[in-house]
């Protein structure tokens, strides 16, 4: 076999399909100085700012600089965006007579635009201040009696993402590195994704990358702009892995965590990754060594995050988030209830002690329920 005929074969046995997802991006220092341009090419002319209470005062900054096409504030965004929130804002962005929406801040702010979106069919320009990276999905949330349900739809994609890192440099420590957290967690699970490409395991390991090396800056100095840029920018590049790819089981335990014991978001994220990459890492070894180079060429890319989070001054057990042993149980019965993709085939023993080893805080391991060599 010819070296040619070899290349071609492997170029075979990589086959992918990879669709781009329609949206703009404008990413700078002072960028949101350009919303309204923003607003002009998509066509808008009554917009509703959507925020948390937290954010309020941004809020109300972005529809300043938006004057009379702005025709309200809704600072009442909250985590995993409870059914009768998303019908309350449903209901406000029909009265007000809006024909679309700006989300300013983090995964509930541009997760209850989407809510609005899949109702109303509204376009959504989102203004990220965390890493969350729901602004790069087509993915919604809602959460109905305690039970979280997500799903697709190209409606809910905003539009436009306008990407300023002077919004996130008030972002508090603390909150700054559990939402970096949870960026990287996108790409992780991307890495390993049944649908994984080419092109997303390089946005993957570079989003990695730059988060890993910025957050420890940002805990150094909070208001350093570069570490923040490099921060947004990881976070993009996670939250379009998030957008192209199929998620498995971290994400499946963190939903079942915030849905039934409304946990909070980015902490939870925060807590989970390292337990459930460690478990995944022996099946995913490609995955393995490209976390491996973006996190400076660690032997064990989960022990390392681990080891981040503590040296972040981050959570890193889901009893300090305010899950209980009695928990343990629900969550066993919500992640194992359906199938999903996953490296590694999993069963309640495994999610059961997986979630015990979380809880407690023990280092991760590949085998949880076994007694490690």
Same mark, same amino acid.
Not at 26 to 34: E, W, Y
Not at 222 to 236: F, K, N, P, T, V
Not at 291 to 306: F, N
Not at 308 to 324: C, F, I, N, Q, S
């Given at each position: 076999?010819t &070296?040619?005929t ?19 991006v ?9 919303l ?17 209470p ?7 900054? %972005? ?6 096409r702005?025709?309200g ?14 019908q ?5 962005a ?8 700006? +989300? ?11 809510a ?17 990276g729901?602004?790069?999905?087509? %993915?919604?949330g ?19 993402v ?22 990287? @967690?996108?790409?992780? /699970?991307? $890495?390993?994704a ?27 100095d ?15 590049l996670?939250? @379009? ?23 909070p ?18 099946? &995913?070894?490609? +995955?393995?060594?490209a $976390? ?11 022990? @390392?995050?681990?080891n $981040?989070?503590?040296? $972040? ?12 042993e ?7 019965? /919500?992640?194992?209830?359906y ?8 069963? &309640?023993a ?21 007694? /490690?060599?």
């Open positions: 076999m &070296a040619k070899m290349h071609t074969q492997k170029t075979k046995d990589r086959g992918f399909t990879y669709q781009t997802l329609p949206m703009r404008r990413f700078g220092i002072g960028s949101l100085a350009d309204p341009a923003e607003l002009d090419a998509i066509g808008l002319k009554r917009v509703l700012v959507l925020c948390s937290e954010q309020e005062a941004t809020g109300r900054e %972005v529809a300043q600089a938006l004057g009379s702005a025709v504030v809704l600072p009442e965004a909250v985590m995993h965006v409870p059914a009768e929130a998303a309350k804002a449903s209901d406000e029909k009265r007000v007579g809006a024909d679309g929406c700006v +989300a300013v801040g983090g995964g509930s702010a541009i997760g209850l635009g989407k609005i979106a899949l109702n109303h069919s509204l376009p959504i320009i989102a203004v990220p201040t965390t890493y969350a729901s602004e790069m999905t087509p %993915v919604w809602l959460t109905t009696d305690g039970r979280k349900e997500t799903g697709r739809d190209a409606r809910v994609l905003p539009r436009s306008v990407y300023d890192p002077t919004l996130s440099a008030t972002l508090p420590v603390g909150m700054s590195v559990t939402s970096g957290i949870n960026a990287i @967690a996108h790409a992780v /699970e991307a $890495l390993y049944p649908d994984a490409t080419p092109i997303i395991s390089l946005m993957a390991e570079e989003g990695v990358r730059s988060l890993s090396g910025a957050l420890p800056k940002i805990v150094k909070s208001a350093d702009l570069d570490a923040r840029s490099d921060a947004l920018y990881g976070s993009w996670c939250g @379009a892995c998030l957008g192209a790819t199929t998620m498995s089981l971290h994400h499946k335990l963190c939903h079942a965590l915030g849905g039934t014991l409304n946990l978001h980015a902490q939870t994220h925060t807590v989970v990754l390292p337990y459930a990459l460690a478990f995944n890492q022996p099946a &995913a070894p490609a +995955a393995k060594a $976390l491996s180079r973006a996190l400076g060429g660690v032997e064990d890319p989960a022990l @390392a995050l681990w $981040l989070t503590g040296e $972040l001054g981050a959570p890193r057990t889901l009893a300090e988030l305010g899950m209980k009695s928990d343990v149980e629900r969550i066993v019965e /919500e992640v194992t209830g199938s999903y993709g996953n490296p590694r085939p999993i069963d &309640a495994t999610v059961r002690a997986l979630l015990t080893d979380a809880l407690h805080g023990r280092a991760p391991r590949e085998n949880p329920g076994q007694e /490690e060599d």
